[in-house]
């Protein structure tokens, strides 16, 4: 999505960058990680497909990708993993509902609160620049840290998919959280320049 294409989100821990073409290497050696593809339900690519992969959510309306920087480690804040959008239709015209995903994929970086920051921060994004009113979250079942994480933001079971071993959360947003939500990524976006796509 190109909404965001010049857009850094300033979190405490961590910022967002978007997704570009100089994160693609470190995107695949993530994904090269059993354990990683099988939490994100990924299938292992080629470098020359994530390349490809890149451009297309660049340029997709409907999916949206920050890369998670870990303010915390270094100077040079190196990125640890991604957040994702991806917009749903839906019958209420009224209502924009998204799929929201979070993998810190650095295992130095994870238990440290870094993919709740990042869930706000999308979610704060989501609101403010899409409208969005509702998030979805699908998560393998046997990611218990994740479900957890979910649910402490309030989250709530949707459904449990037993043939794809996946639990789907929601979190439908009142017009007074939507505008928590708004109020909190208020002086939090900064411009960020791009290196190409």
């Not at 821990?13 to 994160?23: A, E, F, G, W």
């Not at 609160?113 to 921060?121: R, S």
């Not at 079942?141 to 959360?169: A, C, D, P, T």
Request: aromatic share 8%; charged share 30%.
């Amino acid at each position: 999505m190109r909404c965001n294409e010049k857009t850094r989100l300033v979190g405490d821990q961590i910022d967002l960058v978007p997704y570009c073409k100089r994160h693609v290497v470190q995107y695949h050696e993530w994904m090269k990680d059993p354990w990683i593809r099988e939490m994100t339900c990924s299938e292992p690519l080629t470098l020359e497909q994530e390349y490809e992969n890149q451009v297309s959510w660049h340029l997709d309306e409907h999916k949206m990708t920050f890369i998670v920087l870990d303010k915390n480690l270094d100077d040079e804040c190196p990125p640890v993993g991604d957040v994702n959008l991806f917009l749903i239709d839906v019958d209420d015209e009224d209502a924009v509902v998204a799929e929201i995903e979070v993998m810190i994929a650095e295992p130095r970086s994870r238990r440290r609160g870094l993919a709740t920051e990042a869930v706000k921060l999308m979610v704060a994004y989501g609101v403010k620049h899409l409208g969005c009113s509702s998030y979805v979250a699908k998560i393998v079942e046997s990611n218990e840290g994740s479900i957890n994480m979910f649910k402490k933001l309030g989250f709530e079971q949707l459904r449990r998919l037993e043939v794809f071993k996946e639990v789907h959360l929601i979190l439908r947003l009142s017009a007074e959280a939507a505008e928590s939500y708004r109020a909190e990524i208020e002086g939090r976006e900064v411009d960020y320049q791009r290196d190409g796509l």
